[in-house]
């Protein structure tokens, strides 16, 4: 342990090795909840590549652990240290390099927060779709390695699509260049795309090529209500086989839009059943939010408001994502599912997760990303209360098995983590496991990278294995 | 060879195995220029996923190399047969499984023909984009295997990313489900973008999960004629730096333009030294293609000429698809490039080109995909003539040179092949060569598919290596 400070501390300044255990313990986990976090021995904040690659030349050298972070609000505690582990935080390489309008293209490193370089984009009319929740909070580094979503994805689809190229410091300290900064290419394997989503298990991301889209006009919303969530999935099965393109397709359940009005008195409509906002940032989305009130009439709605203009909208966009916030006031803690079902299949799974809240005796406030039947039921319970923890756990991985049974996938945007690895296997199965067993040991022979999330390796540390100079 | 195709039989029917030297010699290649092609010992047209596990298990009980194949449409040998190898052709496995409007997915067997699935799916209301030139000929298996794009990538990008899951045998035989039927799906590495572009190099792709899009309105174009190519590849830079969202932006030379003409009567205008063609799909294109013209005419466009309704604006785009088959008459071969480059290189791109033409003193026409960089340059040459040909190997390597010194790639949308592997080992550097191999050695450790194309492997065929069973 002195011997590690020491080593990092010849390659980084003084102030970005922190070995306060009062200040580590502040790095040790993400946001998720039933995960194990041990106690760091060091946390680290580079400000270079080169700074970086010292890092994991020592990690290498001394066979040290290490756990790279971003924001930390991460929700499968893929970010949580493990004990004796190098925390490598990104935070702060966090400049915009670069942004181009004629390629289309931003470059930038991995500790730049998604809301800032979304406004960097958009002062030059351009459109950085990717919007986790914690957009105002969260990084690109952490974006890219959770592969994170939002309530754009039903129109522009999620992080993955905007990565066209990485530079990333790999476990023994080498640089590898991935990818493209051209529209197009399709030299070789893709490397790019192995790293969007390896939760930092496979190398740490440095500096990210990124695509930008013209900014669109600003969106046009309506709010429907329904008597029933079956009718509010029944439209958005209509809404997507009618070849429309929504940019937004959320729906809320009546616990979710109870605990938003609790928490902002939004004057949503608390009889509903289940609230349905669609949205098109179309030139003229007037013929389209015409033809889905319609099928929303026709599905049942009681309601159908349109927003008047684009600050009306904006205001059913916040209490949308004022959502999570509100439902985490209901009990001392929640724990976020982030299930993806086929749509068709929306309405048995959000019935299906109303009944094992019943069954498990627990408030479950459901918001989903109903265009992409991405759902997010929030489990919330006192951790305080062991016999509801249990629940909660209980329920959690009830959802998820549900999902699979709905032919669905765990997650959707939140990513793995620690706390879906076994479920992981359970969807993969086990010769997919093999193959991303495989490509760890490629990439991390050592298992010196985020171990244990994702997916666990065999033999982590070989013993004897020659150190990388 | 007797055991070879004794044990494919015991598994296969016999109009599957195919043994009669005439017709295996039909298979031994695609359309690529200067690749290398062997004789197969065997050509098997399996109809089922169980007869490909039959013919993996069969090849690597008897350490047989495999050569899957679509429709040997691509251009860089990635499909030509190795001496005593077993050619797997996917073509008779042509099934469209399902096409499903509220999922927006298609699942398909590789042999289905792109043009059969976009008229199945457009019936629907619904457009699978990925458009290759030869999409009346080439197949889905084949276009993932390649990563192809088309005319469509500058709004609608390229294969790879309408590919959400994959069957996928083996080299051993083992069945492999990658990815998902849903919108979204984030767990664990993404395998399913491995195979893309992986040219039947990691496994055989069996089975497709593609993802559709609406239909949009039928689109409007303009062909606008400059008087050099720097005038127009300037308004192509505006274009895109304007925030247009063109369903196409191709720009063809004035050998393109003359050699089309000849080829078709189509009276395109012989003076001009670069034709650009821009459309726009949405439901009002007007606006779009006032200021489209706007932007041309400013860049120093002599005319500009917008197509009167939709039946002419296919006229024009039958006029660039006519491009190729054009410049293929105006010598008895050619070789075509497929270099991808910053929008903002392009000029130079397209400049450079033309001296390596005169350097060479060769026909180079060139068709590009301009609004993606994406540039085709067609050499033109006879390979009965021993010096002519070197010639043409020469300067096409010279623009492949060209084009990384712009930031490019060597491929934007054909892959590598043979023809350009020691090129993508000069783009992608040594660190990525091996993490590529590490790569391959995970999901193929005996060298057995298609060996040699993409990269080369150290140790295709360790001894000793235990049968999977």
């Known amino acids: 342990m ?27 986990h993400d946001m998720a909840s039933f995960c194990a976090a041990g106690a760091p021995a060091v946390v680290v904040l580079p400000r270079t590549v080169e700074q970086v690659q010292h890092v994991m030349r020592t990690a290498t050298a001394l066979r040290v652990p290490v756990v ?13 240290a493990t004990d004796g582990c190098i925390v490598l935080s990104l935070v702060k390489m966090d400049r915009i390099l670069e942004i181009d309008a004629v390629e ?32 105002e909070q969260c990084t690109i580094g952490g974006n890219i390695g959770t592969a994170s979503g939002g309530l754009c994805c039903v129109k522009y689809g999620v992080t993955a699509e905007y990565v066209l190229g990485l530079d990333v410091v790999l476990a023994d300290g080498r640089l590898l260049r991935t990818g493209r900064r051209t ?26 090529v990124l695509a930008l889209r013209p900014a669109p006009p600003q969106q046009l919303a309506l709010a429907a209500e329904f008597p029933s969530v079956a009718a509010a999935c029944e439209a958005v099965r209509q809404i997507m086989a009618g070849g429309h393109a929504p940019s937004l397709l959320e729906l809320m359940d ?14 949503l409509p608390e009889s509903t059943e289940a609230l349905l906002l669609a949205a098109f940032d179309t030139p003229d989305p007037a013929p389209d939010l015409a033809a889905v009130a319609e099928v929303c009439t026709r599905a049942g709605a009681t309601e159908v408001v349109p927003a008047e203009d684009a600050a009306e909208s904006e205001l059913l966009l916040q209490a949308r994502r004022m959502a999570l916030p509100a439902l985490e006031r209901l009990r001392p803690a929640t724990m976020i599912d982030d299930v993806c079902v086929p749509r068709s299949a929306l309405a048995d799974m959000l019935q299906g997760t109303a009944a094992i809240a019943r069954e498990h005796d627990l408030t479950i406030g459901v918001c989903a990303h109903a265009g992409d039947g991405n759902t997010h039921p929030v489990v919330c319970f006192d951790p305080a209360d062991p016999e509801e923890a249990r629940r909660a756990r209980a329920s959690f991985d009830r959802i998820m098995a549900l999902g699979l049974e709905l032919g669905g ?53 070989p013993i004897g294995f020659p150190t990388p100079t």
């Open 183 to 208: 529209a197009k290419g399709v030299a070789g394997y893709d490397l790019t795309r192995l790293f969007v989503g390896s939760e930092g298990s496979l190398g740490v991301v440095v500096r990210a």
């Open 68 to 80: 790279p972070q971003g924001a930390r609000t991460g929700l499968s505690g893929a970010a949580n």
């Open 409 to 461: 996938t765990i997650t959707g945007e939140h990513g793995v983590g620690l706390l879906k690895k076994q479920w992981l296997a359970e969807e993969a199965g086990p010769l997919a496991m093999e193959l991303q067993r495989g490509i760890k040991a490629v990439f991390d022979p050592l298992g010196l990278l985020n171990p244990g999330k994702v997916l666990d390796v065999a033999a982590p540390h």
């Open 2 to 28: 002195g011997d590690l400070t020491e080593m990092l501390r010849a390659g980084l300044p003084p102030e970005a090795v922190v070995t306060d255990p009062d200040v580590t313990a502040s790095y040790a």
């Open 104 to 135: 289309r293209i931003a470059v930038v490193e991995p500790g730049v927060v998604n809301a800032d370089l979304s406004r960097a984009v958009a002062d030059q009319g351009l459109y950085y779709p990717p919007d986790p929740s914690s957009w």
């Open 254 to 267: 009546r616990t979710c839009v109870r605990a938003v009005n609790a928490l902002g008195n939004m004057g």
